[in-house]
């Protein structure tokens, strides 16, 4: 499997646990950002975005310990921001170990070889490494030459050391399959313990707004990536959800299954919108008008998002929700499928780059960030 035996059997008795007590909406996965500065400048994320005192800002150990306890969700992710920039992470880490919560610390990696040493493998803790695609398509989405060296180099040291490591790859229009596929052979080859890849979404402060996908674009390139794929490779993924990204399935959104806790509080309705904040998990669950967002709604904001936060919670909950889903998702484990798709191979072999775009690169001068437009070619 692409995740331990332990943390498979954590998450299904607690969905059914969930499910037992009538429950319709409940967190899969607590996204918990206990800051927003990083050391990258991806022309894709908004986070960085926020004024100067906000990025200084950061959640203590004893906030995060209080809102995984609020949440009370089997899982928790670590975005951010660059979470190694925290002072108190390996305490934040530890003290989540400690209560058996499954954590998914997400980093560019670029300080990952050199900060190793102040965490403790377990299997509770696993690395999520953000890899975009090969070499020059990384650097591309992260705005930095040699970004992809030293976070593989991060990935390979991790592995060595018997840490867990996973990655996340994020698409944006222009990837091409092609590229992605021999990436997952990379990675496979680096050790990684699985993968997850997911199409971008639509950042409002994100300083490229021409690059993120559209569900049509969506489904075809992740048909062509996600078809005819190898038995090596590993998706710490639900094989629903990938079915969903290839156009295969259709889930509408669950934003209350991976809630998002933040300096400003609970975020209303999840870590891609910003439609106010929730002071308490309860008041987040109860107020908050859910009935507003996803594809049905009418949601502007949501009409292209398929990102795994919104949907993935969608797919676990199906598995849970019947024995038609459960049978399901049982055998897509069991006798995983390669996905044979004659025509998704065809669109692979026409492929072609659509269009060429300049690269935004982080420059350092006098040890603050500038950004400077350079050929992409």
């Known amino acids: 499997m692409a995740v331990p035996v332990s943390q498979a059997w954590t998450v299904a008795t607690y969905v059914l646990k969930q499910k037992l007590k009538g429950r319709k909406r409940y967190p899969l996965v607590l996204m918990l ?12 994320c908004g986070k960085i975005q926020y004024p100067a005192h906000i990025l200084k800002a950061e959640l203590s150990p004893e906030e995060c310990f209080k809102a995984v306890e609020e949440c009370g969700a089997p899982m928790v992710s670590i975005p951010g921001g660059e979470p190694l920039l925290h002072p108190k992470m390996p305490e934040i880490v530890a ?57 593989m180099e991060g990935v390979r040291a991790a592995v060595a050391a018997g840490f867990r490591v996973t990655t996340n790859t994020t698409l944006f229009d222009g990837a091409d399959p092609n590229s992605v596929r021999r990436h997952f052979d990379q990675l496979m080859e680096a050790g990684v313990e699985s993968m997850m890849v997911s199409p971008g979404y639509t950042y409002d402060k994100a300083p490229d707004q021409n690059h993120f996908l559209g569900k049509a674009k969506s489904r075809r390139l992740f048909r062509a990536i996600l078809s005819n794929r190898k038995k090596t490779w590993k998706f710490n993924t639900h094989p629903l959800f990938s079915e969903f990204l290839m156009g295969k399935q259709n889930f509408e959104c669950t934003p209350w299954g991976m809630p998002t806790f933040s ?21 987040l669950m109860e107020a908050t008008q859910w009935e507003n967002y996803g594809a049905k709604s009418g949601n502007p904001q949501c009409a292209n998002c ?9 797919a676990v909950d199906y598995n849970f929700s019947s024995l038609k889903g459960f049978l399901v998702t049982a055998s897509k484990y069991m006798f995983p499928s390669t996905y044979e798709d004659a025509d ?11 269009h060429a775009t300049p690269l935004v690169q982080i420059q350092s001068s006098t040890g603050a960030n500038q950004l400077q437009s350079v050929s992409g070619d």
């Open 344 to 354: 998704a191979q065809k669109l692979l072999n026409e492929w072609r780059p659509e």
């Open 306 to 314: 398929m990102v795994h936060s919104g949907h993935e919670a969608s």
């Open 33 to 44: 950002e206990p800051l927003f500065r990083c050391n990258l400048a991806c022309a894709g």
């Open 95 to 151: 003290g989540l170990v400690a209560h058996k919560k499954y954590v998914y610390m997400c980093t560019n990696a670029l300080l990952l070889k050199e900060k190793l040493h102040l965490f403790k493998p377990s299997k509770y803790l696993s690395f999520s490494v953000h890899v975009d695609g090969e070499r020059e398509h990384h650097d591309f989405s992260v705005c930095r030459e040699g970004g992809y060296d030293i976070a």
């Open 263 to 283: 300096i400003f509080g609970w975020q209303k309705p999840c870590y891609l919108l910003q439609d106010g904040y929730a002071d308490t998990f309860e008041e």
